[in-house]
């Protein structure tokens, strides 16, 4: 149940195989759907579900939606787009919408809403993904989004802890930093992720982010962190839902480490989900 690996409905044979492998006799915890079709998605999880002992946890990546790895589906604004919206209502008729597609495709986790405040113009990689420079506002929409998600039986996933927002690297390709002191960081970054906890947020993901104040040990990202994943989250802030690591593929944790090393670290820190092993 540790494991959460990726699994495509755009593949061949040997794809589907390779994944069967891992459910039927490796007996994995749980896929993450990424690119592909609806129907064929469907298809294959009602297969992969048929060959696991313990139900598999189905999770996808559908920050605007199902649209965002699966063809042929509706696609809803980004969150800055969402973040100009006055009415936080229509933000909760969104996740609603959402939920109800997901569970028609057997998906029990959407990695969303992003809670980043986007407070750094040069960031590569979240942008868009944010719903916006002011955290009150990051913090409204994320509830709304949450809530929609959550009331229709669909767990949301909060990311990427503590905070990818002001940063000028893509965790991609490297590790970013995160260079503020203790006193920034619970006022900016976890303010949204406290709000959200407060709130019943089921999941939240942890970033490949190296942050000093938190952990100086070198090339140590917060997802591979005791300090960040053990003592801030479960301890200091007391959340006690599911947590994530981001993908563990991904070079901001990849480049410095063998992926027997990421997992055993990941699972030292006190993740609950490695993702994307």
């Known amino acids: 149940q540790l494991f959460m690996v990726a699994a495509y409905s755009n ?16 007996k ?3 896929l993450i759907f990424m690119q ?21 946890l189905i999770t996808i990546d559908g920050e605007w939606g199902l649209s965002m790895r699966l063809d042929s ?14 009415n936080d209502l229509l933000i909760f008729e969104m996740g609603e919408e959402i939920a109800r597609q997901c569970k028609l495709m057997g998906i029990h986790v959407d990695f969303a809403p992003v809670l980043d405040v986007n407070s750094n113009p040069d960031n590569p990689v979240i942008g868009n993904r944010s719903f916006g420079e002011d955290k009150i ?10 809530r929609g998600l959550q009331d229709n039986q669909v767990l949301a996933c909060g990311k990427h802890f503590p905070g990818h927002g002001d940063t000028d690297v893509d965790s991609h390709y490297d590790l970013p930093s995160l ?7 619970d006022t900016l970054e976890l303010f949204p992720f406290k709000e959200m906890f407060d709130n019943g947020l089921g999941s939240v993901m942890v970033g490949h982010l190296f942050v000093p104040v938190l952990d100086s040990a070198k090339n140590t990202p917060a997802t591979l962190s005791h300090n960040v994943v053990t003592r801030l ?34 699972l030292l820190a006190g993740n609950d989900i490695l993702l994307f092993s």
């Open 233 to 266: 989250l479960r301890e200091k802030m007391k959340y006690n839902g599911l947590i994530f690591t981001d993908a563990l593929n991904m070079q901001g944790v990849a480049k410095y480490y063998t992926p027997a090393e990421i997992n055993l670290k990941a």
């Open 179 to 185: 260079k503020h002191n203790e006193t920034r960081l």
């Open 11 to 26: 593949k061949d044979a040997a794809h589907v195989e390779s994944i069967r492998h891992l459910v039927q006799d490796l």
């Open 73 to 86: 589906t509706t696609k809803f604004p980004r969150q800055q787009m969402l973040g100009a919206i006055q």
């Open 28 to 30: 994995v915890g749980g």
């Open 137 to 146: 506002n990051v913090t409204l929409k994320g509830l709304a989004y949450l």
């Open 36 to 56: 592909g079709g609806p129907v064929r998605e469907a298809n294959l999880n009602n297969y992969y579900q048929s060959l696991a002992k313990t139900p598999l």
